[in-house]
């Protein structure tokens, strides 16, 4: 089927094994699913699908963050320079780097998450992650400046993440009446 699709000259010739490969994973064949990545980013090194896909299944299945984050960073090199596909890049590599232990991994996953908010504003999830990478960094001016426009939308999960990183911020602050009007 890969084949026959790059002899007709298919803009995606990848497309096949990435979805050969996401179907194998769906049915916990892992070996195989690993196998048609790794031949989907072979037959194209420069799609970003195939590069966060693949480190979707190193994450979730594998547990091989290492691999997870060269591979997010492969995605970032060449996903679209604008839209909601580069937030989703950023803000899952952001993830990964907010998890990991090597000195400059904070400072990288707020750059991530900054990239994705730059995208999409009002991503809660990539938020509240930014909001706890500035507070590590004791910026709490700047969690305030962030979440507190998160406290009057979204869901009432959003609304209660946001409050309860506002309040800490608040108290760091020394903003004691805006941590106590809050609880």
Request: aromatic letters at 6%; one cysteine or more.
């Amino acid at each position: 089927l890969a084949i026959r699709e790059s002899r007709q000259g298919r803009s995606e010739p990848e497309r096949s094994l990435l979805d050969l490969a996401i179907s194998a994973k769906s049915r916990g064949d892992h070996h195989t699913a690993d196998h048609l990545y790794r031949q989907a980013l072979d037959r194209n090194p420069r799609s970003w699908k195939v590069a966060r896909e693949y480190a979707e299944f190193q994450r979730h299945q594998r547990n091989d963050v290492t691999s997870a984050l060269r591979l997010y960073e492969q995605a970032a090199a060449n996903c679209p320079r604008r839209g909601s596909e580069r937030a989703l890049v950023y803000r899952e590599w952001g993830m990964l780097l907010r998890a990991g232990g090597e000195a400059d991994s904070t400072d990288r996953a707020i750059a991530c998450f900054e990239q994705a908010l730059a995208e999409s504003e009002h991503d809660a999830v990539a938020a509240h992650a930014l909001a706890s990478m500035l507070s590590r960094k004791g910026q709490y001016r700047r969690v305030i400046a962030l979440m507190e426009p998160f406290l009057t939308i979204g869901s009432t999960k959003t609304r209660e993440l946001a409050a309860a990183i506002l309040i800490a911020a608040y108290e760091k602050t020394g903003d004691q009446i805006k941590a106590l009007e809050l609880r």
